[in-house]
């Protein structure tokens, strides 16, 4: 099992940042690699951003590519989403999640967390 936290949601103004964090404990982090998703209300889980277990890959939604970044820090079992110049259409219930790479890349994941809330204002 592994169990993953995120942290970092909040209500920012068009055009500003937020990081969100993810912590993960339980099982080795190192094996999975992992990824962010966001969800609204009445509407699919959509895949954000993904990074393998080493950080050197890295893919990104179209719609957020060139504005968020996905990295992670292996011995401190975090991972991180930079986001930059949000938009209000990225307001959305953010999750972390672990898997397998092509697992992850497709948008599903074997472990998820709780959720932080992202809202963006005019």
């Known amino acids: 099992q592994v169990q993953l936290v995120e942290s970092g949601g909040g209500l920012v103004q068009a055009g500003g940042s937020l990081r969100l964090s993810c912590v993960a404990s339980g099982r080795t982090f190192l094996g999975y690699a992992m990824g962010w998703f966001r969800q609204a209300p009445g509407e699919e889980r959509e895949f954000v951003a993904a990074?393998?277990?080493?950080?050197?890959?890295?893919d990104y939604v179209e719609s957020v590519k060139g504005r968020l970044t996905n990295y992670r820090e292996n011995a401190k079992n975090m991972v991180y989403l930079q986001m930059n110049s949000l938009k209000p259409e990225d307001k959305d219930v953010y999750y972390c999640?672990?898997?397998?790479?092509?697992?992850?890349?497709?948008?599903?994941?074997?472990?998820w967390g709780q959720g932080t809330q992202v809202t963006v204002s005019l």
């Open positions: 999640g672990a898997g397998r790479n092509a697992q992850v890349l497709a948008g599903d994941s074997d472990y």
């Open positions: 990074i393998n277990w080493s950080g050197g890959i890295t």
